[in-house]
């Protein structure tokens, strides 16, 4: 089954500091992650995806990801944190074998950066 | 700008008393979903529509439908709210030729509350 794991439930970090918000993936199959941010009271946003080709994934806001298959992880990651990056962060995958239309989420990183 | 629209923003019912909630897109997409979403956990797929092909998720219960009368709205109906069911619920689009990697797009959800 696929499933993806985010370890931490909250990250906090100073403003201008590098953020790292952490995601372990477990797939049959080749992996297709995505994450994707929650501001409060309102809907997911996309970030960033993974499919193939280059390990290091860029996205919206100046993030930006690892794939890293030996250590099945895809973690995502800015140079500078700024404090409106303060949100929920959620790791997902898309489920193979139900072709795609199913997507799988972690239980979300809740990021605070601080001024 | 195209996008995905949920009404109402907040929707009060009362216990067993039926509540609908609407879902409108202009994206043009081919694929709705609904997600359930508890107390900033993980967005739960409840099912999704694939043009007019409706598909349920194995686990969501009964008391929940939907009904996609045309390619813009989607509607979903809880027949008997339970207290167990507030919750955020999140409509998501996506064009649906690749699903396996393609992004979602999701409305800014309705909060249910059940008195």
């Known amino acids: 089954a696929q499933s993806v794991a985010q370890p931490e439930d909250q990250v906090n970090v100073a403003e201008g500091n590098p953020l790292t918000v952490k995601c372990t993936y477990s797939v049959s199959g080749n992996p297709y992650l995505f994450w994707y941010v929650q501001y409060p009271n309102r809907g997911l946003q996309f970030l960033l995806k993974y499919i193939t080709g280059d390990n290091l994934v860029k996205g919206s806001y100046g993030f930006e990801a690892e794939f890293n298959k030996s250590q099945t992880s895809f973690h995502l990651k800015k140079p500078s944190a700024l404090v409106s990056d303060s949100a929920l962060y959620f790791c997902a995958v898309r489920d193979v074998v139900t072709g795609g239309f199913k997507t799988i989420f972690g239980a979300g990183t809740r990021l605070f950066v601080k001024a | 700008d195209a996008m995905v629209i949920q009404n109402p923003r907040y929707q009060v019912t009362q216990f067993g008393k039926p509540v609908t909630l609407s879902c409108s897109q202009t994206?043009?997409?081919?694929?709705m979903y609904w997600y359930q979403q508890k107390s900033s956990q993980a967005p739960k797929l409840l099912f999704h529509?694939?043009?007019?092909?409706?598909?349920n998720e194995a686990d969501t219960p009964d008391n929940f439908q939907s009904r996609r009368p045309n390619t813009s709205f989607c509607f979903l109906d809880i027949r008997s709210p339970g207290l167990g069911d507030a919750a955020m619920y999140l409509c998501?689009?996506?064009?649906?030729?690749?699903?396996?990697?393609?992004?979602?797009?999701f409305g800014s959800g309705t909060q249910l509350s059940v008195l």
């Open positions: 529509y694939y043009d007019k092909d409706f598909n």
């Open positions: 994206l043009n997409h081919n694929v």
């Open positions: 998501a689009t996506s064009y649906g030729t690749e699903p396996i990697n393609e992004k979602l797009f």
